[in-house]
C-alpha cells in the first residue's frame, strides 16, 4: 500500500494516515451521506464565481504523515490543488460524525487541524442535529458557535431562555455575507 495517497487506486480501498499510522475507513451512512451532499451543494452554490472553492471527500496532505479525507473542504489557496488531492492546509474543514469516527474527529483529527493552521473546523453530529464551529484565533481551536437544528414542534416545547440561545445560523467567517441554516445542512435527514 502506498502512504503517500489516502486513496488506494489498484484496489479502491479508502484509508487515512494520521500520525504515520494508517486507517481504514468504514463506509458512511446514508444521513452522513445527505447531511455531506446538503453541505456540499451550500457551499457549491454560495463560492460559485467567487475565489474559494468546496471540494467532496477530497484528500488533503497536511504532511508525509498525515493524510485525511474529511466530508467537506473549502480551499481559497489555488496553489495546493492537485490533479489527486489537496496539498496543504484547507481554509476551512468539515467533519460529519460517525460511531466509529467521532472520537478521531473530536480529538486527533481536531488537534492536527489546528496544528496545521485550518482556518476554521466544523465537527458535525448527525445524531444530535448540531454543528460545532471552531474558529483558530492565535493559533488555537476556539468555538464560536454551536448550532442546533430543531423541529417545528421541538421548539415549540422550548422555553423563552432556550429560544433565545438557539442557533440555527451559521456565519462562515471567510466571507463576510456567507450564512448557512442549519436547517438545510439537516434537510431529509432521518
Same mark, same amino acid.
Given at each position: %500500500?502506498?502512504? +503517500?495517497?489516502?486513496?488506494?487506486?489498484?484496489?479502491?480501498?479508502?484509508?487515512?494516515?494520521?500520525?504515520?499510522? =494508517?486507517? %481504514? %475507513?468504514?463506509?458512511?451512512?446514508?444521513?452522513?451521506?445527505?447531511?455531506?451532499?446538503?453541505?456540499?451543494?451550500?457551499?457549491?452554490?454560495?463560492?460559485?464565481? *467567487?475565489?474559494?472553492?468546496?471540494?467532496?471527500?477530497?484528500?488533503?496532505?497536511?504532511?508525509?504523515?498525515?493524510?485525511?479525507?474529511?466530508?467537506?473542504?473549502?480551499?481559497?489557496?489555488? /496553489?495546493?490543488?492537485?490533479?489527486?488531492?489537496?496539498?496543504? =492546509?484547507? #481554509?476551512?474543514?468539515?467533519?460529519?460524525?460517525?460511531?466509529?469516527?467521532?472520537?478521531?474527529?473530536? /480529538?486527533? *483529527?481536531?488537534?492536527?487541524?489546528?496544528?496545521?493552521?485550518? *482556518?476554521?473546523?466544523?465537527?458535525?453530529?448527525?445524531? %444530535?442535529?448540531?454543528?460545532?464551529?471552531?474558529?483558530?484565533?492565535?493559533?488555537?481551536? =476556539?468555538?464560536?458557535?454551536?448550532?442546533?437544528?430543531?423541529?417545528?414542534?421541538?421548539?415549540?416545547?422550548?422555553?423563552?431562555?432556550?429560544?433565545? +440561545?438557539?442557533?440555527?445560523?451559521? *456565519? =462562515?467567517?471567510?466571507? #463576510?455575507?456567507?450564512?448557512?441554516?442549519?436547517?438545510?445542512?439537516?434537510?431529509?435527514?432521518?
Amino acid at each position: %500500500m502506498n502512504t +503517500a495517497i489516502a486513496y488506494d487506486y489498484k484496489d479502491e480501498r479508502t484509508y487515512e494516515i494520521i500520525s504515520g499510522e =494508517v486507517r %481504514m %475507513m468504514a463506509a458512511p451512512s446514508i444521513n452522513h451521506i445527505r447531511i455531506n451532499g446538503n453541505i456540499h451543494n451550500i457551499f457549491s452554490n454560495y463560492l460559485d464565481g *467567487k475565489k474559494c472553492e468546496p471540494f467532496n471527500q477530497s484528500g488533503i496532505h497536511l504532511s508525509e504523515e498525515d493524510h485525511f479525507i474529511p466530508d467537506e473542504v473549502i480551499v481559497c489557496n489555488p /496553489d495546493i490543488i492537485e490533479e489527486n488531492f489537496i496539498n496543504g =492546509v484547507p #481554509d476551512l474543514v468539515v467533519e460529519i460524525l460517525s460511531k466509529s469516527t467521532k472520537n478521531v474527529d473530536r /480529538d486527533e *483529527k481536531f488537534r492536527k487541524y489546528e496544528q496545521y493552521g485550518v *482556518k476554521e473546523y466544523w465537527i458535525v453530529d448527525p445524531f %444530535m442535529k448540531c454543528v460545532e464551529v471552531y474558529q483558530l484565533i492565535e493559533g488555537k481551536f =476556539v468555538k464560536t458557535c454551536d448550532a442546533q437544528y430543531y423541529t417545528e414542534v421541538e421548539y415549540k416545547l422550548l422555553n423563552d431562555k432556550e429560544r433565545a +440561545a438557539a442557533v440555527s445560523e451559521i *456565519k =462562515v467567517s471567510l466571507y #463576510d455575507d456567507f450564512i448557512v441554516r442549519v436547517e438545510d445542512i439537516f434537510k431529509r435527514v432521518k
